[in-house]
C-alpha cells in the first residue's frame, strides 16, 4: 500500500520560503507524477505543480514564479519550495500520486498545515 | 485555465436517497473528469477517474458519466458514511482545476 507522508515547518514568516518535503513509502516513486496541492481552511483545492520522476515540471501559473520542485528518487521523496509568502498562501497542503495517463490522483498525503505569519 | 463549476454547492438528503452532483467544464475536457470524496480533517479520496471509472475498493453505489462539457457523479443510495464534499478535478488541461465543492449534508 503506497503511502505519502509530508513534513516540513508548520510555521512560516511572510517573505520567507516555504519547504515541505513528501516520503514516499510502500512504492517506487518512479514512472510516475507527484503533485502538491493546497486547501486554505474552509475553501477548495488548489493545484500547486507536478513533477515527474525524471525531474520534468509543471506549475500553476499563479504561483510558477515562486515555486520550486525537486525530486529524490534515490530516497523516494520529492520536494515544494514556495518563495515570498504571504498569509493567502496559509493552507493545509497535500502531496500526492498522479497517475500518468490519466491524470487522476490516486494517492494522497494526509496534509500539514502551514501557517503564514510573524 | 479551465474553468469546473459544480452544482449545487450544498444539498441535503437523507439516508437512502439517490443523489446527483453536477460538473461543467468551461470548454471540452473529453473524459478527464475524476472525482473526489473528501470528509473534514481528511484528505480526499478518489472515487471516480475518467468520468465513469470506478476506483478500486469504492462501493458501486457510486458512479459517474458524461464527457465534453457536462458530468455527472451520481450515489444511487445514500449511506451515513457518504456525507461529505465532493470535488471534481479536470486532468485534460494543465494547471489541473478543482470544482468548488458540493458539501452533501444529512437532512
Known amino acids: 500500500q503506497v503511502q505519502l507522508q509530508e513534513s516540513g515547518p508548520g510555521l512560516v514568516k511572510p517573505s520567507e520560503t516555504l519547504s515541505l518535503s513528501c516520503t514516499v513509502s510502500g512504492g517506487s516513486i518512479s514512472s510516475y507524477y507527484w503533485s502538491w496541492i493546497r486547501q486554505p481552511a474552509g475553501k477548495g483545492l488548489e493545484w500547486i505543480g507536478r513533477?515527474?520522476?525524471?525531474?520534468?515540471?509543471n506549475y500553476n501559473p499563479s504561483l510558477k514564479s515562486r515555486v520550486t520542485m525537486s525530486v529524490d528518487t534515490s530516497k523516494n521523496h520529492f520536494s515544494l519550495k514556495l518563495r515570498s509568502v504571504t498569509a493567502a498562501d496559509t493552507a493545509v497542503y497535500y502531496c500526492?500520486?498522479?497517475?500518468?495517463?490519466?491524470?487522476?490522483?490516486?494517492?494522497w498525503g494526509q496534509g500539514t498545515l502551514v501557517t503564514v505569519s510573524a | 485555465d479551465i474553468q469546473m463549476t459544480q452544482s449545487p454547492s450544498s444539498l441535503s438528503a437523507s439516508v437512502g436517497d439517490r443523489v446527483t452532483i453536477t460538473c461543467r467544464a468551461s470548454q471540452s475536457i473529453s473524459s478527464y473528469l475524476n472525482w473526489y470524496q473528501q470528509k473534514p480533517g481528511k484528505a480526499p479520496k478518489l472515487l471516480i477517474y475518467?468520468?465513469?471509472s470506478l476506483q478500486s475498493g469504492v462501493p458501486s453505489r457510486f458512479s459517474g458519466s458524461g464527457s465534453g462539457t457536462d458530468f455527472t457523479l451520481t450515489i444511487s443510495s445514500l449511506q451515513p458514511e457518504d456525507f461529505a464534499t465532493y470535488y471534481c478535478q479536470q486532468s485534460y488541461s494543465l494547471p489541473d482545476t478543482f470544482g468548488q465543492g458540493t458539501k452533501l449534508e444529512i437532512k
Open positions: 513533477i515527474y520522476t525524471s525531474g520534468s515540471t
Open positions: 500526492a500520486r498522479v497517475m500518468t495517463v490519466a491524470g487522476n490522483i490516486d494517492y
Open positions: 475518467t468520468a465513469s
